[in-house]
């Protein structure tokens, strides 16, 4: 139980184009998820926080309307990076928590979404 | 700002030996506390989550353990195997809603 899929895996887009990567709790109710990314060599950095039908809660110089995040639902979280640019370039991994119990305490990662923008 | 520094960052180990990788944390009100492996290009792997309110927690191999006076925690891994070679994250949660503040990792390489 708790897994937690992203989609696309991989995605290579063109400069000043708008990509979505979609996050999804397969087996559990995601009351939160976070969206984290990753440059090269480096560890995982906090974006924003995202709760169910509420506006999400960007971490500081992460520009909000840039890296657009909708929770519409207790299963699905979307990330929307708009007007791509090269330095967008990263990988981007979400994760999922659920409402009790382990499922409340635990935050479960998804396979990440590799951005490459030329 | 919450600071997570993770030592050795990286580490060559034969085959067979125990070892034990280092978390620090500057934030000693914490609410849990995730190990993590990471593979080449993939994602997160969760191995092993100790609350606030423990100090240890074991999973076959593994045994993490958490010291919130001191802001520690290791992680011990028995027996290594070629399988274990991956990068190994700790990451940090301050509270119930927070996400988490991950160090920058431990690089493991176990030879055969």
């Known amino acids: 139980g708790a897994v937690v899929s992203q989609h696309p895996s991989r995605v290579i887009c063109k400069s000043g184009t708008s990509v979505k990567i979609e996050c999804r709790s397969l087996d559990f109710q995601a009351t939160t998820m976070f969206w984290y990314r990753q440059f090269p060599k480096q560890s995982l950095m906090l974006m924003a926080t995202?709760?169910?039908?509420?506006?999400?809660?960007?971490e500081q110089g992460v520009e909000k309307d840039k890296f657009l995040i909708n929770h519409a639902s207790l299963t699905l979280s979307t990330l929307t990076v708009t007007s791509a640019h090269p330095e967008d370039s990263s990988f981007y991994i979400c994760s999922a928590r659920g409402t009790s119990g382990r499922l409340g305490n635990e935050q479960f990662f998804g396979p990440g979404t590799r951005l490459t923008v030329l | 700002k919450q600071e997570v520094t993770q030592i050795p960052a990286a580490l060559s180990v034969p085959e067979g030996e125990n070892l034990v990788l280092n978390c620090s944390f500057t934030?000693?009100?914490?609410?849990?506390l995730q190990w993590f492996r990471q593979d080449p290009g993939k994602g997160l792997t969760s191995l092993l989550l100790?609350?606030?309110?423990?100090r240890e927690q074991t999973s076959g191999r593994l045994n993490a353990s958490l010291d919130k006076s001191s802001g520690r925690s290791t992680l011990y891994i028995a027996a290594s195997q070629p399988g274990d070679s991956a990068t190994y994250l700790c990451?940090?949660?301050?509270?119930?809603?927070?996400?988490?503040?991950f160090g920058k990792g431990t690089h493991l390489i176990i030879q055969p």
């Open positions: 934030d000693s009100a914490i609410y849990n």
């Open positions: 995202s709760n169910e039908g509420s506006k999400a809660t960007y």
């Open positions: 100790i609350q606030s309110s423990q």
């Open positions: 990451g940090r949660s301050g509270g119930g809603a927070d996400g988490l503040t």
